[in-house]
């Protein structure tokens, strides 16, 4: 009844999850005091596996591609009866299968709040005390990730449709490579060995930056002028002065070089406050993709196909080809997302381990999108060590609820 690659899409990487929890319980399981439970140390367990749970950013990114999925076989009832029939033999509740598999997205949304609960009953002179704060702060900045990731997975329709718009584009899509814009802005730009000034918009995605030239009649129209390599450049920033390369005068100036060519662009900010933008901006592109990278983050196939079915569905519905409509107007001139790094540090209080996780840069966390599996799925949280280990084992399910001390 499933093919080899609609059991991917529905299950995506579940079966890593599960030995990574099988894992984690064990030495969580350790770390539980049975004849003390309020002196277990708990924290500990969670900082030594928080690489670990990076793995479930790709299963919530999978999520929307395994709702899509099943939704198309749902239209088939011989596969409602067959998931009807799976739930009935094993006694599972009475919940679609879609609401079995928001399980994972739920679990990792949990740990925050169960070590914010955990920290709350923990006396500050404990000894598991600045590790849990350590871990609830490691287990937030996973969350805030996570959900980071799939709002650029919403957005990535947007992406395809700037790139449809722009006229006379060439080479690969943009979605090939990248999945997010990260700032763009107009400067003056002079490439090596031409060295003839002109003005160009520039977008800096992961991975890549667009040059693109406005009409001259239609400023809102862009044509496509080429791209850079961000992998293979590296950014120099420069005083004010004299240029011995270009042999101009430069202010506001910084330079992107070619490491393995020795080709360099020269770009010029009409203030030193855009240049310093930039220089940020360049700087979390590189963040951005090493992050991607330690964690597996990438766009599939099946996503870029249904961006591109986007496109051509509001080319449509509009009337007019995407190479001949408006671009999307370009964002706000704001500062990257500087994210901090999470240490254990002593005396840390109580008060300041809630400050440890940044803004959100989403409006709308996706999280809210599964609000109406959550009742049937949630339990009321417990407050001791007890909170977090009863997840999975049976046997701690009767610790009360006094404070540690």
Known sequence: MFSDEQLKIIFGNIEDIYRFQMGFVRDLEKQY???DPHLSEIGPCFLEHQDGFWIYSEYCNNHLDACMELSKLMKDSRYQHFFEACRLLQQMIDIAID???????????????????????????????????????????????????????????KIAQWQASVLDWEGDDILDRSSELIYTGEMSWIYQPYGRNQQRVFFLFDHQMVLCKKDLIRRDILYYKGRIDMDKYEVVDIEDGRDDDFNVSMKNAFKLHNKETEEMHLFFAKKLEEKLRWLRAFREERKMVKEDEKIGFEISENQKRQAAMTVKKVSKQK???????????????????????????????????????????????????????????????ASPAAAVVSCYTKEVQNVGTRKRK
Request: glycine share 4%.
């Open 33 to 35: 005091n049975n004849e």
């Open 99 to 157: 609401g079995f598999l928001l399980t994972p997205v739920q679990k990792i949304c949990k740990y925050p709040l169960q070590l914010a609960e955990l920290l709350k009953y923990t006396a500050q002179d404990h000894s598991d005390y600045r590790y849990v704060a350590a871990a609830l702060a490691v287990m937030r900045n996973v969350t805030l990730q996570i959900n980071e990731r799939k709002r650029r997975l919403e957005n990535i329709d």
């Open 319 to 381: 009337g007019v080809s995407y190479s001949k409509s408006v671009p999307p107007a370009y964002p706000p001139p704001q500062d990257p997302l500087n994210q901090g790094q999470y240490m254990v540090t002593d005396g840390i209080s109580q008060s300041q381990v809630f400050e440890f996780t940044e803004p959100r840069r989403s409006q709308a966390p996706f999280w809210q999108n599964f609000s109406r599996y959550r009742a049937a799925r949630e339990e009321p949280l």
